[in-house]
C-alpha cells in the first residue's frame, strides 16, 4: 500500500514557474515507479510525465521541454517542476505510483494522490 499527498498548485500567470510535490508513504516506496497525471475542466484525465525506479523519465509531447520530473528517495519525495506555464496547463494535478510500467497511459496506476489545482491566468 502507498499512500501519496501532492501540494504546491496555486494560481499563477502564462510564463511563470511552479513546482509541485508529492510525498509517499508506506513499504518499498522506492521500487515503484511514479509520475503525474493531470485533469483539465472538461477533459478526460491524460499522462503528463513519470519517472521509473532506476530514474528513466518519460513525458508527454505537450510538456517535454517545459516540465522536469526528479524524486528524492531518500525524502520519498516526486517533484514535478513546471516551467514556461500555459493556460492550457490549468488542471487538477494527481500523483500515481505503481511497479510496473506499459507506456504512458492513465490506467496504469493502482495508487492516486488527492490532486492539487493549477491555474494559470492573467
Known amino acids: 500500500q502507498v499512500h501519496l499527498v501532492e501540494s504546491g498548485g496555486r494560481l499563477v500567470r502564462p510564463g511563470d514557474s511552479l513546482r509541485l510535490s508529492c510525498v509517499a508513504s508506506?513499504?518499498?516506496?522506492?521500487?515503484?515507479?511514479m509520475g503525474w497525471l493531470r485533469q483539465a475542466p472538461g477533459k478526460e484525465r491524460e499522462f503528463v510525465a513519470d519517472i521509473r525506479e532506476d530514474g528513466n523519465t518519460f513525458y508527454a509531447d505537450s510538456v517535454r521541454g517545459r516540465f522536469t520530473l526528479s524524486r528524492d528517495d531518500a525524502k520519498n519525495t516526486l517533484y514535478l517542476q513546471m516551467n514556461s506555464l500555459k493556460p492550457d496547463d490549468t488542471a487538477v494535478y494527481y500523483c500515481?505510483?505503481?511497479?510496473?510500467?506499459?507506456?504512458?497511459?492513465?490506467?496504469?496506476?493502482?495508487?492516486w494522490g488527492q490532486g492539487t489545482e493549477v491555474t494559470v491566468s492573467s
Open positions: 508506506g513499504r518499498a516506496v522506492d521500487t515503484y515507479g
Open positions: 500515481a505510483a505503481d511497479r510496473r510500467w506499459s507506456g504512458p497511459s492513465t490506467t496504469q496506476y493502482s495508487y
